[in-house]
């Protein structure tokens, strides 16, 4: 299932249309997936209140990491909402990493529990998810869906509009890409962490 990051019950609370198709609200998260460089999307689904998989890809994110040096290993991508599995790799293979973890809402996985079972120094890789359930998706990733559909739907009005004025009121807007400076800097503190 693609990204939705404004569901039809949100709508006019975000100023969209009643009528506003899916499709530009699955092409709008898809554009803030991409700034977000969130290949796997920034939404998970929950089955009671677990955590199951990404919505955008139903894979979890993975990646791989040397082993730290200190306790503690930075993941990419935060808030980490589950981790599902660590590995370690030991002569070529990747072995299951046993034990109980800790992990932090800035994507911190803490690894100084003496209960894990370590086989080795060798690179670590993470399987985990990392974003938010629908309801504690964070107000401006929402806005900045609905910011990108009234750029849309302006930028199609004849003639590019640059400047609208209506009475007292007028809008002036005009840029190059699906995403202004404005959105660009509410979504800032939800890009990729690490790369």
């Given at each position: 299932?693609?990204?939705?990051?404004i569901?039809?019950?949100?709508?006019a609370?975000?100023?969209l249309?009643?009528?506003?198709?899916?499709?530009?609200?699955?092409?709008?998260?898809?554009?803030?997936?991409?700034?977000?460089?969130r290949?796997?999307?920034?939404?998970?689904?929950?089955a009671?209140?677990?955590?199951t998989?990404?919505?955008?890809?139903?894979?979890?994110?993975?990646?791989?990491r040397?082993?730290p040096?200190?306790?503690?290993?930075?993941?990419?991508?935060?808030?980490?909402?589950?981790?599902?599995?660590?590995?370690?790799?030991?002569?070529?293979?990747?072995?299951?990493?046993?034990?109980?973890?800790?992990?932090?809402?800035?994507?911190?996985l803490?690894?100084?529990?003496?209960?894990?079972?370590?086989?080795?120094?060798?690179?670590?890789r993470?399987?985990?998810?990392?974003?938010w359930?629908?309801?504690?998706?964070?107000?401006?990733?929402?806005?900045?869906?609905a910011?990108?559909?009234?750029?849309a739907?302006?930028?199609?009005?004849?003639?590019?509009?640059?400047?609208m004025?209506?009475?007292?009121?007028?809008?002036?807007?005009?840029?190059?890409?699906?995403?202004?400076?404005d959105?660009?800097?509410?979504l800032?503190?939800?890009?990729?962490?690490?790369?």
């Open positions: 299932m693609a990204s939705e990051y569901l039809p019950a949100d709508y609370f975000y100023s249309p009643a009528n506003t198709a899916q499709a530009q609200v699955h092409a709008a998260s898809a554009v803030v997936d991409g700034y977000l460089q290949p796997a999307g920034a939404e998970y689904t929950l009671g209140q677990t955590p998989v990404m919505k955008s890809t139903g894979q979890a994110i993975q990646e791989r040397e082993f040096r200190r306790g503690e290993l930075q993941l990419s991508y935060s808030p980490v909402a589950l981790v599902t599995l660590i590995e370690q790799r030991n002569q070529g293979a990747w072995v299951t990493v046993s034990g109980s973890y800790d992990w932090s809402v800035g994507g911190r803490w690894l100084d529990n003496p209960s894990l079972n370590f086989v080795g120094d060798g690179d670590l993470v399987t985990y998810l990392a974003g359930d629908y309801a504690s998706l964070p107000a401006p990733v929402k806005q900045a869906v910011n990108i559909i009234g750029f739907n302006t930028a199609n009005m004849p003639g590019n509009t640059k400047r004025k209506a009475g007292d009121s007028e809008i002036e807007r005009f840029d190059d890409t699906a995403m202004d400076g959105t660009r800097g509410m800032a503190p939800y890009r990729r962490v690490f790369a």
